[in-house]
Antibody, heavy 117, light 111 residues
Framework: EVQLVQSGAEVKKPGESLKISCKGS????????IGWVRQMPGKGLEWMGI????????RYSPSFQGQVTISADKSISTAYLQWSSLKASDTAMYYC??????????WGQGTLVTVSS | QSALTQPASVSGSPGQSITISCTGT?????????VSWYQQHPGKAPKLMIY???KRPSGVSNRFSGSKSGNTASLTISGLQAEDEADYYC???????????FGGGTKLTVL
């Protein structure tokens, strides 16, 4: 069974760093792109970027380029999304999802990130 | 402002059919047959309902169908059921620079 399991909810202060994770199982993790999607409170889905764990090839949305870093450790079938300096506006639910060609067939349960002083 | 334009809300009665539109441009929806649709219930992760404009993943009811004409894609749900009440998002490939864009989402209410 394909599963993407994300790390738990985080509460951080502005300026702090954060790395959240997405662990894949039940399929060849290195053979599929993993995407990250943001959903701000009460808002829609926003595509952030993707990574191919096989070779760590990464693409970013122009809106998120330079704001976050996407990485992966194929040895433990885990993808990451990280911030070096969080802002209140980063408060959102973040989803990882497995990409098949150009759509997303399996999704993680989401990680809620709250940034507040 | 979202890259793909969807109506904020649609509604229908049980048993009826509804259609949700998703309007993009010649740089995304109009250029690629790579439109997908996702259903999201409150507090849940999105679920893939349609891919490649009109294909249904295994396990998705055949009450859901997709189509495209020019720069506009559409999701039609026939025989509305209470469980269909959710938010729906379209998504399209948008070329190698922007890559992927989502619509703003449509809230479906089953009356």
């Amino acid at each position: 069974e394909v599963q993407l399991v994300q790390s738990g909810a985080e509460v951080k202060k502005p300026g702090e760093s954060l790395k959240i994770s997405c662990k894949g199982s039940g399929y060849s993790f290195t053979s599929y792109w993993i995407g990250w999607v943001r959903q701000m409170p009460g808002k829609g889905l926003e595509w952030m970027g993707i990574i191919y764990p096989g070779d760590s090839d990464t693409r970013y949305s122009p809106s998120f380029q330079g704001q976050v870093t996407i990485s992966a450790d194929k040895s433990i079938s885990t993808a990451y999304l990280q911030w070096s300096s969080l802002k209140a506006s980063d408060t959102a639910m973040y989803y990882c999802a497995r990409q098949i060609q150009l759509w997303y067939d399996y999704w993680g349960q989401g990680t809620l990130v709250t940034v507040s002083s | 402002q979202s890259a793909l334009t969807q109506p904020a809300s649609v509604s229908g009665s049980p048993g009826q059919s509804i259609t949700i539109s998703c309007t993009g441009t010649s740089s995304d929806v109009g250029s690629y047959n790579l439109v997908s649709w996702y259903q999201q219930h409150p507090g849940k992760a999105p679920k893939l309902m349609i891919y490649e404009v009109s294909k249904r993943p295994s396990g998705v009811s055949n009450r859901f169908s997709g189509s495209k004409s020019g720069n506009t894609a559409s999701l039609t749900i026939s025989g509305l059921q209470a469980e269909d009440e959710a938010d729906y998002y379209c998504c399209s490939y948008a070329g190698s620079s922007t890559y992927v864009v989502f619509g703003g989402g449509t809230k479906l209410t089953v009356l």
